[in-house]
């Protein structure tokens, strides 16, 4: 079974300051973890992801993401926040040794950049 | 490339009712998948396909019916709506692990 949790349902983070969207995760194989982002009445847009190799993940808009096994994390976060990030933010991972690519998802993070 | 659309944008049936929602995608994907999105609980999938003429249940299929007839178009069906199925929906493609999403269809049941 998988599973991944956010365990905040909203971060308010002034504009310039440094954001962090939180995400930790549970899977019996290797975990690949994603983040897609959702902007009002749009559809899911994808952000980043973690696979294998270097435990910084860069990915659009500025975007960097670190996977951190020990503590089964994988954080999102941004230097710089602009205001136009303001949107829905969702973590997702899939367990790498099963045979299909199905995903789950966190229940989301609404992330607000206050100017 | 449009990506991947989905029909209708919006639609209000009474319970009881049946309807068909379409998705296509040009990108060629193999795997199509429909998640239904509730306030508070993320993203839900209903069911997926890997591939022209295969589909398999997800997380919550109750109540839900697909087909891939063609690789491109990925429907879903609901018999006989209920309350318990307003919604939004959405359908996704992916190439490997990156899924493609559709702008989503609003669904009220009343």
């Known amino acids: 079974a998988q599973s991944v949790a956010q365990p905040e349902d909203q971060v308010n983070v002034a504009e310039g300051n440094p954001l962090t969207v939180k995400c930790t995760y549970s899977?019996?194989?290797?975990?690949?973890l994603f983040w897609y982002v959702q902007y009002p009445n749009r559809g899911l847009q994808f952000l980043l992801k973690?696979?294998?190799?270097?435990?910084l993940v860069k990915g659009s808009y500025g975007f960097e993401a670190e996977f951190n096994k020990s503590q089964t994390s994988f954080h999102l976060k941004k230097p710089s926040a602009l205001v136009s990030d303001s949107a829905l933010y969702f973590c997702?991972?899939?367990?790498?040794?099963?045979?299909?690519?199905?995903?789950?998802f966190g229940k989301g993070t609404k992330l607000s950049v206050i100017p | 490339n449009a990506g991947v659309t989905q029909t209708p944008k919006f639609r209000v049936l009474k319970t009881g009712q049946s309807m068909t929602l379409l998705c296509a995608q040009d990108?060629?994907?193999?795997?199509m998948y429909w998640y239904r999105q509730d306030p508070g609980m993320g993203l839900r999938l209903i069911h997926y396909s890997v591939g022209e003429g295969t589909t398999a249940k997800g997380e919550v299929p109750d109540g839900y019916n697909v087909s891939r007839l063609k690789k491109q178009n990925f429907l879903l069906g609901l018999e006989s709506a209920a309350p318990s199925q307003t919604s939004v929906y959405f359908c996704?493609?992916?190439?490997?692990?990156?899924?493609?999403f559709g702008p989503g269809t609003r669904l009220t049941v009343l």
């Open positions: 997702a991972v899939r367990d790498g040794g099963a045979g299909s690519y199905q995903l789950t």
């Open positions: 973690y696979i294998t190799g270097d435990n």
């Open positions: 990108m060629n994907h193999e795997y």
């Open positions: 899977v019996s194989g290797n975990p690949y």
């Open positions: 996704a493609s992916s190439w490997k692990d990156t899924q493609y």
